[in-house]
Every structure is written in structure tokens, then in C-alpha cells.
């Protein structure tokens, strides 16, 4: 029931929000972004759903926005730097019944996604239904600049994807209670193929430029090292979260370019949050953070309580933490993810950053 209740309001709320922004088109003369994902790309969305799964309290935001958006982090994420780097304005949510325009585009990652829509069932906004709710946009978008325009809007727009994690770490923590028995590969296959699926998808509505993350070192964030210290007694990373990271980072690689290889003008970015984040952990302090492993916010070993995150529980010097709470980078950290993903080399971003794929036509 409580579910069914989800559904009738997030209907509404799309019927309300795509009306809104279906009268207000005007102008191409900006590449569009189009955001898709869990909590490291949510701005907002979960803030207009009955879910527990939200950053909607301080201090998350104190940083930048001086009240809580529903960004998991003190500040802005990752797509918010992009948006500026691009020269548009912040990408607003896509249930925000305040959307009057969205030529600039429309965010409609979900905390606690998975691109399984088994992964936190009725908590989040899965990938297949983050992708309806794009294809009702381009309904309407259809509906009011016709279909030419329209297609010339999606296919310069950029579309920004980063997900994942939260499949894995479902997998890793629940797997013998509450899933089928999977191996790791059948299951990593699966994430990929429900991925590639709405790609493709995209690409048949006129899209073509794609940028992704692929699954930084979740496995030694403070909230599962924590996880492991309690369940296993240990101190270290949870190792078959990692495992699991590695082995879809090569898969989703190996997919894109079979992809680009499948699609008329596909063209992707695919940016090494893994190593990049990683790095940042192993040795903080060469990046302007003393802590990599221990949260600016929260209880419990690491600080890693991803429900004990609080004005009495969060740091003095935000700047100085990688991580803001368990899982979530501080904005000091998504700025340095989000600048390496705009203009970096070749050996974190490839086999274009950010801003050479959005000059692709």
C-alpha cells in the first residue's frame, strides 16, 4: 500500500513538473544536460518522495547552500560543478513542481538508486523509471518545440550517468537473505545489461554524447568499513564490495565500446572514479585533505552511521575530510572529481574528458 501510494504521488508530481516545464521551452543555443543516478548525483529528487533515503537536514548543504537540497554532501556534487564548468546554471531536479524551463536540462538521479530496480524497492527512483520519467519529458518536449527542434536539443545535450554502487553494495550486504543465489559476474552482467538498455534507449530518442563514472572504492568508505568492523571484526575495506567495483568497471568499459562500435554517432566520456578516489584515501594529504578514511560526519566506527550524521555529530573543518559522511564526498572532493571529469588526461577521463565531448557533434 505505502508503495502504491509512492507511485500515485510521483505520478503526479511528473504530470505537474513535465506540464511546467513543457510551456516554458524557448532557445537552443545550449547543450543540455541530462543527469541519471543514485546519491552522488541526486540534487533533490528524493526530497518529493516518502522515503527515508534523503539528505533534506542540516548540515548537509551548510557548506555552500546554507540549508539542506537534498545533495548528500555539505555542498555541491558533482554534476553541479559540470553545469558551471558548461556555462549553464544548477540542473534542477525533475519532481520540483518549480521547473519552469528545462533547455538546460532536467536531473533525475535518485539517493539509494540502483540500475536494478530490485536494489532499495520502493525507496528510490529506479534507472528504468528515471529513464520513463525522461521519456515524458521528450513527449512534451516534442509536444511544444515539434520533433526537429527537439532532436537537435537531445542530441547535443550531454547525458551524465553515474550508478551502481548501490547495486553492489545490496549485493554484498543482503545477498544470502534476500536475493537470488547469483555469482558475482551473473550478477555484475545484469547491472551492465539494465545500463546499456537505457542507453540505447536514449540513443533512439536522438541522444548521442554520454558521460560516465564508473564505481569509485566504495568498499573502503567509512560507512562499509564500518559494516565490516561490526560484522566481521575487521578494520579494513569490505573487500567483495571492491571486488565487485573492479569487476563491473571493467565490464562497463568493455560494453561502451561495443556500444560505440553498435550506434550511429554514440560518442561517451568514461571518467576513473575508482582510481581517482582511491588515490584520495591511500594518500590524502598529497590532495589538500588530512582524513581519506574517517567521516566529517556521523557516529560509530569511521563515522561510518550513515543515520548518525548531525549538527552534533559533524566535524569542525569540513575542507579537511575526503568523505562528508559514510559514503557521500565533502564538495571539496566533488569539485576535484568534477574538474578532473571536465578537462583531465587521458589517464583518469578517456577516451574524452568532459569538455572535448561536449565540442563532438
Known sequence: ??????????????????????TSCHGLSRNALFIFGGSLNDVGNNNYMETAIKANFLPYG?????????????????????????????????????????????????????????????????????????TFMEKNLNAKLGEAKTKTLLSRAVYMFGIGSNDYITFATRKTAELPSYTREEYVRMVIGNL???????????????????????????????????????????????????????????????LERKLEGFKFSIFDLYAVSKERIDNPTKYGFKEGRVACCGTG?????????????????????????????????????????????????KPYNLKTLLKKI
Not at 500500500?1 to 513543457?22: E, W
Not at 530496480?117 to 529506479?126: F, L, Q
Not at 558521460?211 to 571484526?233: E, I, K, M, T
Open 62 to 134: 551548510e557548506t555552500f547552500f546554507k540549508n539542506a537540497t537534498g545533495r548528500a554532501s555539505d555542498g555541491r556534487l558533482v554534476p553541479d560543478f559540470i553545469a558551471g564548468f558548461a556555462r549553464l546554471p544548477l540542473i534542477p531536479p525533475y519532481l520540483s513542481p518549480d521547473n519552469n524551463d528545462f533547455t538546460n536540462g532536467l536531473n533525475f538521479a535518485s539517493a539509494g538508486a540502483g540500475a536494478l530496480t530490485e536494489t532499495n524497492v520502493g525507496m528510490t527512483i529506479s534507472l528504468k523509471t528515471q529513464l520513463s520519467f525522461f
Open 196 to 258: 546499456t538498455d537505457s542507453i540505447q534507449e536514449i540513443h533512439s530518442m536522438g541522444g548521442r554524447k554520454f558521460g560516465f563514472s564508473n564505481v569509485g572504492d566504495v568498499g573502503c568508505s567509512p560507512f562499509l568499513r564500518s559494516l565490516n568492523n561490526a560484522r566481521n571484526n575487521g578494520s579494513g575495506c569490505m573487500d567483495e564490495v571492491t571486488i565487485l567495483a573492479q569487476l563491473h568497471n571493467k565490464a562497463l568499459t568493455k560494453a561502451l565500446k561495443k
Open 301 to 349: 566506527p569511521y563515522k561510518g552511521n550513515l543515520s548518525g550524521c548531525s549538527a552534533k555529530t559533524v566535524c569542525d573543518n569540513v575542507s579537511d575530510y575526503l568523505f562528508f559522511d559514510g559514503v557521500h564526498p565533502t564538495e571539496k572532493a566533488n569539485y576535484q572529481f568534477a574538474r578532473l571529469m571536465w578537462s583531465g588526461g587521458a589517464d583518469m577521463v
Open 1 to 22: 500500500m505505502a508503495g502504491l501510494s509512492f507511485y500515485n504521488f510521483s505520478i503526479f508530481l511528473v504530470l505537474f513538473a513535465s506540464l511546467l516545464v513543457a
